[in-house]
């Protein structure tokens, strides 16, 4: 696929709060700085409270007439948009690539995963099921409906821009909701040209806002708020405790996408050609900007060896760079590739090998911008710090064990339960791997990642709260359920 010219981005991406840009109440702004190169991008609206506090204010005065309005109604507006967003597919693209480095390729197919989001979500206004049942008492009706939360807080990551607003925003407002995104300051145009676009479909104004800034800044008044319902956040599990002690204290709903440290395991029997594709897409693509990511690859002893051999050359083989002829791109700031390099070097101190990278990419194609050649790290203690706590980023470590039993134990010796993977031709173990693994999402010869939009994602431990996004499931996260019971007398129905 070749680069389709896209809009410049902007030198200053705003708020959009009811219905319109604005600038911050303090005039600030934060640099943002192109992942490719380390120059200067654009620069964003500097939300702090005082911003919050009016798009708090939009949410809550369109609140009322938005959840009046029918859920078909609802769900054909949506629907425009997903619409629109189809029709500008290319456009929509353009910008999550140059705010990300990720190849337009890539971020065109993120696209059309949130298109598909949308039209999903859409078609559910036309369902939206509750429940009909029986009562014990003569002449009363028994029935559940769903009603809406009121304001929903929403704070995303900016690993997939356009994807991550769309598995939020879509849902949330299709049950009446009126929402505030608190984008992430690595991606902001991606949010605001989602917010402008939903205005085109006819989103009123108030309904969805756009907040700008830091997440200390800028999402934490969102949390802390009376006026705000529901606060569902994609990030890490630090700042995902925050949550629900803050938001908890206020008996708020709240939702927690958090992390991951997912493991791939290679049976003894697996297809290595599979297998090596499938656990070469899991650690690397997206740059391992991945909370399904496989940073965990435990492999069986008969074939340690050859998995290992042919694992290495597939990564040494990798290109990295935003073109579409590269397999991916930088990690989103600098901040998080000196982290990454720090990681390893605490690794390799304790005893880890490096296998494949390892080291920043400087050379001239790619000097300034955040690159980490990919990573692979073996003679790594299951209970080391690199085998327990996420990193985002293009680095995996292997793990040999002797059996079926060991590499369960060690697939379920963490304190994440996202996802999973297990390649093997054995359907017996390919069963029993199913109900023993710890995670949300537990996959059978194929990478650890891979959602569509009608299945629930989410996970267990440290990866969430238990709530689900994505499917219908998502519907029970943005809204409440009301018991109806309607009582009848037959003798008066003359």
């Not at 939009?58 to 009046?68: C, D, M, S």
């Not at 425009?80 to 029709?87: A, D, G, P, Y």
């Not at 990720?102 to 036309?126: L, P, Q, T």
């Not at 009909?132 to 003569?138: D, E, F, L």
Request: aromatic share 8%.
């Amino acid at each position: 696929m070749v680069m389709t010219p896209g809009p410049t981005l902007p030198r200053f991406v705003p708020h959009w709060i009811n219905g319109a840009e604005t600038p911050s109440d303090s005039g600030e702004t934060i640099e943002k700085f192109d992942p490719t190169t380390g120059l200067l991008q654009s620069r964003l609206a500097r939300g702090r409270k005082l911003d919050a506090a009016r798009a708090i204010t939009a949410a809550r005065n369109a609140f009322e007439p938005w959840a009046q309005t029918t859920v078909v109604h609802r769900g054909e507006i949506l629907r425009t948009l997903s619409k629109l967003l189809e029709v500008r597919r290319e456009e929509v693209a353009s910008v999550v690539a140059r705010e990300t480095g990720k190849s337009f390729k890539d971020a065109f197919g993120e696209a059309g995963a949130a298109i598909e989001m949308g039209y999903f979500v859409a078609g559910e206004g036309r369902r939206f099921y509750g429940k009909t049942t029986t009562s014990a008492t003569p002449g009363r009706m028994a029935l559940i409906t769903r009603q809406p939360l009121g304001v929903a807080g929403l704070i995303i990551a900016a690993n997939t821009p356009i994807a991550n607003v769309a598995w939020k925003s879509f849902p949330a407002l299709l049950c009446g909701n009126t929402a505030i995104l608190k984008a992430s300051e690595d991606t902001p145009e991606t949010a605001h040209f989602f917010a402008r676009l939903a205005a085109e479909a006819g989103v009123p104004p108030g309904v969805f806002n756009v907040l700008q800034g830091l997440g200390e800044e800028a999402g934490a008044p969102l949390v802390e708020s009376c006026d705000v319902d529901l606060v569902s956040f994609t990030g890490s599990c630090a700042v995902g405790r925050w949550i629900a002690e803050t938001a908890g204290r206020r008996m708020a709903k709240i939702c927690l996408e958090l992390g991951g440290k997912n493991p791939l395991i290679i049976a003894d029997d697996a297809d290595l050609t599979r297998a090596v594709e499938g656990a070469t897409l899991a650690a690397f693509s997206n740059a391992g900007q991945r909370c399904a990511s496989g940073s965990r690859v435990i492999v069986f002893d008969a074939v340690y060896d050859e998995f290992i051999r042919r694992f290495v050359e597939r990564a040494k083989s990798l290109k990295v760079g935003p073109a579409d002829s590269d397999d991916f791109g930088p990690v989103i700031h600098e901040g998080q590739l000196l982290d990454l390099l720090k990681a390893i070097e605490r690794a390799t101190s304790e005893g880890a090998r490096i296998l494949a990278g390892g080291h920043r990419l400087d050379d001239p194609a790619h000097r300034g911008g955040y690159y980490l050649a990919p990573t692979i790290l073996d003679n790594v203690e299951p209970l080391a710090e690199i085998s327990r706590r996420e990193l985002f980023g293009p680095v995996t470590c292997v793990y040999r064990v002797k059996s079926f039993e060991a590499a369960v134990s060690v697939a379920n010796d963490s304190p994440f339960g996202l996802t999973a993977a297990l390649y093997t031709q054995n359907i017996d173990r390919a069963m029993v791997f199913l109900q023993r693994i710890r995670a949300g999402v537990a996959v059978v010869n194929g990478p650890t990642y891979g959602s569509e939009p009608h299945m629930p994602f989410g996970g267990l431990g440290d990866s969430g709260n238990g709530t689900r996004e994505a499917g219908t499931e998502a519907l029970d996260v943005y809204s409440d359920l009301k018991t109806v019971y309607i009582n009848s007398s037959p003798a008066l129905a003359r």
